[in-house]
Each structure stands twice: as structure tokens, then as C-alpha cells.
């Protein structure tokens, strides 16, 4: 067992859901491995989970009884389901199986199992097996889709010999693992543990009619890398974002938007929060009316003027609002030139606790990079951040908000 999964687990309250498949056996592997891990295990089932393993063997290597029903009265008694809901810190399912991810993309709850992952606000993971041809079937893609969009952490498979003979994509990835996975994405010492943030990341495109928009070089990796690493301190993420090409990290509940218009609905619809981090390049101009149909050359015109208007600020709104539980409102501010006194300005215009300033149009920095430097600035202080990986700048960041808002 590593030391950094050791150190990312411990203590953690880990829900273990088994599904109906034969990888079930390596579950209690599993179960062993995240227990040396410093973790605590307890373990539900579903129904054909327990056809391949007895539910005893889980019981004994979790030290936990093992919930196989909701019509269980005297277990109900011992500890509710909706209370193990809420004990965990963490749910993990695994196997998952194509019939268990259907039901969890659905939202169905018809067994304790896929019960548990509704009533659970805990971080999902699941580790798919199943057969390849199961796992590359377009009904178990739209369905795997579906969840990591919702946050939900997606370990594995692998590659390799299935059961009866057959190869390919869809074996349960190995216990050790699994247990690596989830310590990566649970590495945080819990800075914004119960906290709810919301961050925009990425463009807004403004369409102007049916095949042409005003958009800008946001990548969204700035905002992607700070919603993990808010994730990754615990709290619980939505993560509003423009048209990207990026996934949406473990743990983050995703809703997509293309314009300010729509990117403004789903901030309002996301709040309350304590923390709104406005990450995105939103467009500053609309088109004042979308054209129906495709703008046309004119024969003699050589110039073509558009008629645009502004759009609404979402941080500066953000910020005024006294109703949506905020604590800390911060803006990202991407100056070519006179980057601290254009960023000091819109902290004060904004009225914003912290605005995270950095230079766009030079080599290694800002938009599409992978690589950033910034500095951070508040009322009555700022601190710089070394040129970086987006995601190192990204801790850095959640770290000093966690401090701001003990100030
Ligand atoms: O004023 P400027 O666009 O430079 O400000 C940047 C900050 O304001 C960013 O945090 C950005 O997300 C936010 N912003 C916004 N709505 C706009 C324009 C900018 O939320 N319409």
C-alpha cells in the first residue's frame, strides 16, 4: 500500500456497492485494500451481487454488517439506509455492470443499492466490468457519458481476458487500483470540506445566426483544474462551462451552456453557494437580434457592420447578491497590459473578495496553455503564484481561498 493512498483515505467512510457480476470476488480484495488504507468499509449489495459472493465474506472483511435489502427491518433499525446514505464520505461501486450504470444514469432507486448512490450527496466512483461488447455498446457509452458529466468518477476497465474465453475492454481494474484512483482524487486535507462552490469556466459563444458565433480562446483548463481542486478539498462543485473540450473532473457536477444568456440562467439556478468562482471568458458583446437565417454577402457592400449589445456582467451580479449564501466571490481578470491596476479596478468595480489577474499574449501563459502565472489580489493584500502547471496554480488558489475565508 502506498504511503500517498494511506494518506488520502485514512479516516475516510467509504459506502461499497457490489453489483452482479463474477469480478464481485475482487470487491473483497478491495474491501481489504482501502481497510489497510486507513479507510472505513461497509459494504451493500445488490441482488445478483450475492449470487456470486455471500454476503457473509464481505461482513467479516469489513467488520461491518453487509446491507443486502431495503425491506431489511431489523437492519433498518440498526442504522438506517438513508442514514448510511449520509454516513459515507465517499460511495464506490464496483463491480459496476451495464444493468447498475443504466440505473444509476437514470436516476432509478428500485433496490438499496442504486438507492443509496441517489440518496448519497458523497462523491460517486465506479469501476465498470462487464462483458467488451456490453461495454462498447452505444446504450452503455450514452450511459457512462451521462455520469461523468454528473461528476461521477469512472475507474477502468481494463483491458484483457474476460470471463467465458472472450478479450477485450471490461475487466474490473485491480484492487489496488481502484484504491489509487480514489486516493487520487481524494488527496485533499479537506480545506473546503462542506462547502458548495460554483465556477464558470470556459467561452460563451453568441450566436449571430444559424452557423456563425462570436467566441474567444478560452480553453476552460484554468476553471476545469480549480473546480478539481476544490473538489478534491472536499467541497461539492458545480461547475457551469462554456464550449470545451475537456472532461469534467471527478466529483464536479457538470451543466453545460454555450452563451452569457444561458451561462447566467445556470449560475442563478445553481446558487445558493458559498464560494462562486467566475472563471469563464464570457463574451462582452451579443448579437442585438440572432439572424434566422444565414447572413448573406452582399453583392456590392465590402464592409459588414454588426449591430451588438452588452451583456449582463454574471460576477458583477454575483457579487451584489445578498440572498445567495455567498461568503467569497472571486474573479479571474486576463489583462495584455497593466495587469495589477486593471485587475485592482475590477476588484473594486465588481466588488469581489479576490480577483486572480494573469497576462494573456505571451508564450506559456493564459489561454489554451497548460501553464500559468498569476497573481492573486484582495483588498488589503495579493500574492503571486510561479509560473506553473494550471492544476498546481489551481491548489494554490483553493488553498488561499480557504484562507480568505477565515479572514
Ligand atoms: O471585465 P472582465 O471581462 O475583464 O472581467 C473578468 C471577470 O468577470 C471574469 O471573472 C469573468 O468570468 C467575469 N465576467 C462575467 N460576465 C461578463 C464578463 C466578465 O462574469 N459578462
Known amino acids: 500500500m502506498s504511503s500517498s493512498a494511506t494518506a488520502a483515505l485514512a479516516g475516510q467512510r467509504i459506502l461499497l456497492c457490489v453489483g452482479g457480476g463474477i469480478a464481485a470476488y475482487k470487491s473483497l480484495e478491495l474491501v481489504r485494500r482501502l481497510r ?16 456470486f459472493v455471500t454476503p ?3 461482513q467479516a472483511l469489513s467488520a461491518h454488517p ?62 465498470p466490468a462487464m462483458n467488451h461488447r456490453m461495454w462498447r455498446h452505444p446504450a452503455t457509452e450514452a450511459n457512462v457519458a451521462v455520469l461523468r458529466a454528473r461528476g461521477v468518477q469512472v475507474i477502468g476497465p481494463e483491458d484483457g481476458p474476460l470471463a467465458e474465453n472472450e478479450s477485450g475492454p471490461g475487466r474490473l481494474s485491480e484492487p489496488d487500483a ?23 469556466a470556459g467561452p460563451t459563444y453568441e450566436d449571430l445566426d444559424p452557423v456563425r458565433y462570436l467566441g474567444n480562446r478560452s480553453s476552460g483548463k484554468m476553471g476545469f483544474a480549480v473546480a478539481a481542486a476544490a473538489a478534491r478539498q472536499g ?21 453545460d451552456v454555450r452563451s452569457a444568456a444561458q451561462m447566467r440562467q445556470a449560475v442563478a439556478d445553481a446558487l445558493p453557494a458559498d464560494i462562486y468562482i467566475g472563471a469563464a471568458a464570457v463574451a462582452d458583446y451579443t448579437a ?19 449591430d451588438l449589445v452588452r451583456t449582463p456582467d454574471i460576477l458583477a451580479e454575483v457579487a451584489q447578491r445578498t440572498d445567495a449564501g455567498l461568503r467569497l466571490v472571486v474573479g479571474f481578470a486576463a489583462e495584455t497590459d497593466n495587469v495589477a491596476d486593471y485587475a485592482r479596478q475590477k476588484l473594486t468595480a465588481k466588488r469581489l473578495d479576490l480577483i486572480v489577474a494573469n497576462r494573456v499574449g505571451v508564450p506559456g501563459c493564459g489561454f489554451e496553455s497548460d501553464t500559468n502565472a498569476m497573481t492573486a489580489y484582495w483588498r488589503t493584500g495579493e500574492r503571486e ?9 489551481a491548489d494554490g488558489l483553493v488553498a488561499l481561498i480557504a484562507e480568505r475565508l477565515q479572514a
Open 36 to 51: 489497510d488504507a486507513g479507510a472505513t468499509v461497509q459494504v451493500a449489495m445488490t441482488a445478483g451481487a450475492q449470487q
Open 56 to 58: 457473509l465474506s464481505f
Open 66 to 127: 453487509t446491507r443486502t435489502t431495503l425491506w431489511d427491518g431489523a437492519a433498518e433499525q440498526a442504522m438506517g439506509h438513508l442514514e448510511l446514505a449520509r454516513w459515507a464520505d465517499r460511495v464506490v461501486v464496483a463491480p459496476a455492470t451495464a444493468d447498475l450504470l443504466a440505473r444509476l444514469a437514470h436516476g432509478l432507486a428500485d433496490d438499496l443499492v442504486t438507492t443509496l448512490c441517489l440518496a448519497s450527496e458523497a462523491p460517486l466512483a465506479v469501476a
Open 178 to 200: 481502484i484504491v489509487a484512483a480514489l486516493a487520487a482524487t481524494g488527496a485533499g486535507s479537506g480545506l473546503l470540506q462542506g462547502l458548495k462552490v460554483v465556477i464558470s
Open 235 to 255: 467541497a461539492q462543485v458545480v461547475l457551469v462551462s462554456g464550449p470545451v473540450q475537456l472532461q469534467a473532473p471527478p466529483g464536479v457536477r457538470r451543466v
Open 288 to 306: 442585438r437580434s440572432y439572424s434566422p437565417n444565414k447572413i448573406k454577402k452582399t453583392g456590392t457592400g465590402q464592409t459588414l457592420a454588426l
Open 385 to 393: 503564484f510561479a509560473a506553473g502547471p494550471k492544476t498546481a496554480l
